[in-house]
Nanobody, 114 residues
Framework: QVQLVESGGGLVQAGGSLRLSCAASITMFSLRPMGWYRQALGKQRELVARATSGGSPFYIDSVKGRFTISRDNAKNTVYLQMNSLTAEDTAVYYC????????WGQGTQVTVSS
């Protein structure tokens, strides 16, 4: 059974930083591409960043150079370091496999005030 627990969100001013964490209970975690997704109010959920255990990370254009995804396979944990945040980054952030397995955690709210 898949369990995903996201944390680290909060309210931050534009230009600030946050670090999100995701504790994942997933079999063969180290073999699975893991991603951070986000869903802004009234919009569809989108993949923001993806990390595999051996390849280069993927980022959508709007976060390149500002966000960094990383993973600790020994801890079954995925991180998202977010710098230079803007109001457009305001959303609920989720982690999941890529492609996602359909079991979503509660997410963590990120609110950036301009």
């Amino acid at each position: 059974q898949v369990q995903l627990v996201e944390s680290g969100g909060g309210l931050v001013q534009a230009g600030g930083s946050l670090r999100l964490s995701c504790a994942a209970s997933i079999t063969m975690f180290s073999l699975r591409p893991m991603g951070w997704y986000r869903q802004a109010l009234g919009k569809q959920r989108e993949l923001v960043a993806r990390a595999t255990s051996g390849g280069s990370p993927f980022y959508i254009d709007s976060v390149k150079g500002r966000f960094t995804i990383s993973r600790d396979n020994a801890k079954n944990t995925v991180y998202l370091q977010m710098n230079s945040l803007t109001a457009e980054d305001t959303a609920v952030y989720y982690c999941n496999t890529v492609p996602n397995v359909g079991n979503w955690g509660q997410g963590t709210q990120v609110t950036v005030s301009s």
